[in-house]
């Protein structure tokens, strides 16, 4: 048994590549899932110590080049890139599958050295709304479902991280065991939804920042039978009117598939809160990328949901055609 206290291996560091003359942003058109689901067969497996954390100035470099993308200043995201040797393309993706939608697509280079994710944005959203898939590789389905969302519900950006979450040995700082590595431990650094010090929790908090309306759905998949098909959390146990609604759709969408709602009801409480990192950001508005971003216990204040936990069922995953018509009747 490993205790929380004792600790790992620290990260390996990330050198910054080399300036060059390469294009950006690089203009390809495709299929938004093949292409993610190609970028999945590259990405560090468990044990693999794949994903690099950033330094102080690289993660600042990172949020500056979110904020340029956000913007629409392209070209400004493209010189921080070879600025600062961060080893990431810049493309203008025309998703030809679904209507010619024209994406912005900020990819890791390959050779993968970074293991930080990808990440899609979309000017012309027709919702404030953000998909994130923390956990691509081992919540199965969890990926395609995230883009079908992205896709469907037209939603302004879609975060899938970019290595297993037990990718390295390095603990973080956020508290909390888990058995997901195969032991009783902390949470991995590459946890990336335990974790802060990561380039997709800086996505988070630039792409859902406080002073925005930015609604968030991160998407987790649950193989416990003690666990209904589809659990609806805003990350406590006081559901605003979003989570109610979401579940409330969704027991009438997805029947015979059972729902929860995480209310504090002692039946059938799955208990996955999802309170950590981006959900504990969102819920504090702190701007911090520490301290409230890893809180003991869930907190909320009053106003609405901008944060909600769907926890999964593998036959959810499945078929999740009835989870969006739930969320596309829900969300405003």
Not at 152 to 172: F, I, M, N, P, T
Not at 289 to 313: H, I, N, V
Request: aromatic share 6%; glycine share 10%.
């Amino acid at each position: 048994r490993i205790e929380p206290t004792q600790t790992a291996p620290p990260s390996p560091t990330l050198t910054p590549l080399p300036t060059t003359t390469a294009p950006c942003p690089v203009v390809e058109q495709g299929g938004l899932i093949s292409e993610l689901d190609r970028i999945a067969g590259l990405l560090p497996g468990p044990g693999s110590q794949g994903m690099i954390l950033p330094d102080e100035d690289q993660l600042a470099a990172w949020e500056q080049v979110l904020g340029a993308i956000a913007g629409g200043s392209l070209q400004d995201a493209c010189n921080l890139i070879q600025a600062h040797g961060l080893p990431y393309q810049l493309v203008r993706f025309t998703d030809l599958p679904f209507q010619d939608d024209e994406v912005l697509l900020l990819r890791e280079q390959e050779p993968l050295a970074a293991g930080w994710g990808t990440y899609v944005f979309r000017p012309r959203a027709r919702r404030d709304l953000v998909i994130e898939v923390p956990h691509p590789l081992e919540d199965s389905y969890t990926r395609g479902e995230g883009i079908t969302l992205f896709r469907e519900l037209g939603a302004k950006a879609l975060l899938v991280a970019g290595a297993h979450r037990c990718a390295d040995d390095a603990y973080s700082t956020c508290g909390g065991t888990t058995i997901v590595c195969g032991q009783v431990e902390p949470y991995r650094v590459s946890d990336v939804a335990h974790s802060v010090r990561t380039p997709f929790h800086a996505a988070h908090r630039v792409w859902a920042d406080c002073r925005s309306a930015t609604i968030v759905l991160q998407l987790h998949g649950n193989n416990l039978d003690t666990c209904p098909d589809l659990f609806v959390s805003n990350g406590t146990r006081r559901p605003g009117d979003l989570a109610r609604a979401v579940a409330r759709n969704a027991g009438r969408q997805c029947a015979p598939l059972t729902v929860d709602l995480a209310d504090g009801s002692p039946e059938h409480e799955c208990g996955f809160l999802g309170y950590r990192a981006q959900a504990a950001y969102t819920l504090a508005c702190s701007g911090s990328a520490e301290g409230e971003a890893c809180p003991d216990a869930p907190t909320r204040s009053d106003g609405p949901d901008r944060y909600l936990s769907l926890e999964q069922s593998p036959a959810l995953r499945l078929g999740f055609a009835c989870l969006v018509l739930a969320l596309d009747d829900a969300l405003p």
